[in-house]
């Protein structure tokens, strides 16, 4: 065995030892990122969406319901004042009813 064979095998076994840490690196990295087993991955994924898309279902609604209670709650005390002005308006307008006192 000459020396050139040596250098060159040794070279072939670095360049294998490091092209095989790449792809490990990457696995790992991979399995970091998405998980393991992909087709748990696409369940995950699936079952993610389901889940933000009833909470932005939920926070929609809650909304919904929040504007129907202010604006209901509103209206009522816009109706409740009117009637107030109402009242106070024809209780001015009609004459005050005479008292006679004790001694009269």
């Not at 040794?10 to 490990?24: F, G, K, P």
């Amino acid at each position: 065995m000459s020396k050139g064979e040596g250098t060159f095998m040794a070279s072939d076994y670095d360049n294998q030892l490091i092209e095989s840490v790449t792809v490990r690196r990457q696995r790992l990295l991979t399995a970091l990122l998405f998980g393991e087993n992909p087709n748990e991955r696409r369940w995950m994924d699936s079952v993610r969406l389901l889940l933000l898309s009833l909470a932005a279902a939920a926070v929609i609604a809650a909304v919904c319901v929040g504007y129907s209670f202010v604006s209901t709650l509103l209206a009522e005390n816009r109706a409740t004042q009117q009637d107030r002005t109402q009242r106070q308006g024809s209780s001015l307008s009609q004459p005050l009813p005479r008292h006679h006192g004790f001694g009269a």
